[in-house]
Every structure is written in structure tokens, then in C-alpha cells.
């Protein structure tokens, strides 16, 4: 399958170059399509100079800042657009092991339209994460499937392989949230249009160069269009359509 690996970046001069190298090593034949929101630290220049490297990566600069949400659509976008049948979500931070990515690709192969990176599955960890922070964690990811009626442990996982006939059934323009919300309503809406998602396990380890985009204003967002899709949902006649949702591969 053609695949696209969309790799949304802002400021990670300090990864780049390394992200961009394990993922040339896990997946030789996959195009590797950087969005750089104008980093003004030259991750851009560093990301197009490991292309030239590397072969097969592109960068797609944007003239500024405009959150995750956003990298991922005009990606997906660019990448429908090419007629790639895969498009992969990873984080450019180095907290997403690259060599998992066939494993993710493998689901996708044999079915399924969603495949997810999961900490919260049989076999998934986060090592280095504080009991507080694992629990915040947890906490929020049971509240959104309950809410929303998910069979999904890690609704917010960003380490993703989506087939691209289902992203063209998703209409990527409306999906407005960012961040955690992003990830959430991705799910979602593939869950309700009937989509085969599969969670595998993953091995989540934090950043070491660079510093965290997530904010609690991101965190609070999520929560916030949860709640509401999961009021909305419990309406008078609103159509409920769930998805058979697999462990593991």
C-alpha cells in the first residue's frame, strides 16, 4: 500500500533530523511529508536537508503556527489528493518508536480502516511517566469512551495508520478541534461511520530534546467537545452507529 507518514512540527530542530532517520529505517518505501508551522528555529531547513539525505521526504511549510489539528488535515489532504491508500499520524518528538510503524501498517493490510499506537492495551507501556500524570491520563481516556460509547482504551493516542478511503469519508474540513480533541473526534467519527479500529500495542517513551506543546488549554478543549458530542449524541432520535473495535493484531 502507498503509504504517507504526516509529520507535524514546530520547533523540533533537536529531533528532526533523528525522527526522520528511524522512520526512512522502519518504513524504506513510505513518503515522509513534513508540516512545519514556520519554526523559527530552522526545523524546516534541517527536515529538507535529511530529505536530500534520505530521499522521499517532502516539507510542506505553513505561514505560521496553527496547531496540530490543522498540520494533520492539510496533510491528509495533500495526501488524498496524491492518491497515496495509508496516511500515519506520529509525533516528531521521539516519543513514538518508528519501529512499530509496520506493525500499525500490518492492521491497516488486513482490514482495518484505524489502526492506533495504544499505552493502555496488553503489551502497551509509558516507562517513564509519573503514577500522576498515567492516571490524568487514564482518567481522561475512560471518559471519552464512556462518553462517547467508544470501545477504545487510547482515544487520544497520536501514533496512527488511517486507510485513506475512509479519511475521504470523514470530511476532514469540519473536524475543527486540535490537539487531544483532534485525536478524540478522528476516532469518533470513524466509530460512527461503521470503521474496523484496531488498537496496537506501543511502547510510549517522553521527549528528551525540546519542550511539550500540550497545554491544560488543549487538555480542557477535549473535555469540553466530549461532553458536548456525548450530550448531542444522547438526544431525542440522534442516530447512534458504533464500530466492532479489535484488541490488538
Known amino acids: 500500500m502507498r503509504t504517507l507518514v504526516v509529520l507535524p512540527t514546530y520547533q523540533e530542530a533537536a529531533n ?20 512545519d508551522d514556520a519554526s523559527p528555529d530552522g526545523t524546516a531547513d534541517l527536515a529538507e536537508a535529511a530529505g536530500r539525505e534520505l530521499g522521499n521526504i517532502e516539507v510542506l511549510r505553513r505561514p505560521g503556527k496553527d496547531g496540530l489539528g490543522s498540520a494533520y ?69 475512560r471518559y471519552a469512551s464512556a462518553v462517547l460509547r467508544l470501545d477504545v482504551k487510547d482515544a487520544t493516542a497520536g501514533f496512527r495508520a488511517y486507510r485513506a478511503d475512509m479519511l475521504r469519508r470523514l470530511d476532514l474540513p469540519a473536524i475543527r478541534a486540535d490537539g487531544y480533541g483532534f485525536q478524540v473526534e478522528m476516532v469518533y467519527r470513524v466509530a460512527r461511520l461503521g470503521g474496523s479500529i ?24 477535549a473535555l469540553v467537545l466530549v461532553t458536548l458530542w456525548g450530550l448531542r449524541d444522547r438526544l431525542p432520535g440522534r442516530r447512534r452507529r458504533t464500530a466492532p473495535v479489535a484488541p490488538g493484531v
Not at 533523528?18 to 526512512?24: F, I, K, Q, S
Not at 509525533?91 to 509496520?102: F, M, T
Not at 484496531?198 to 488549554?217: A, H, L, Q
Open 16 to 35: 528532526v533530523a533523528t525522527v526522520l532517520g528511524r522512520l526512512r529505517a522502519a518504513v524504506p518505501d513510505a513518503t515522509i511529508l513534513v508540516v
Open 73 to 141: 488535515r492539510a496533510g491528509f489532504a495533500q495526501g488524498l489528493d496524491l492518491g497515496f491508500e495509508v496516511m500515519v499520524e506520529i509525533d516528531a518528538d521521539g516519543s513514538h518508536d518508528p519501529g512499530a510503524l509496520p506493525t500499525l501498517l500490518a492492521a491497516v493490510a488486513d482490514g482495518a480502516d484505524l489502526a492506533i499506537g495504544s499505552r493502555y492495551v496488553p503489551g502497551g507501556s509509558i516507562p517513564d511517566w509519573p503514577r500522576i500524570r498515567r492516571l490524568i491520563s487514564i482518567a481522561g481516556n
Open 198 to 221: 484496531v488498537e496496537v500495542p506501543i511502547t510510549f517513551t517522553d521527549r528528551v530534546e525540546g519542550d511539550s506543546k500540550m497545554s491544560w488549554k488543549i487538555v480542557g478543549e
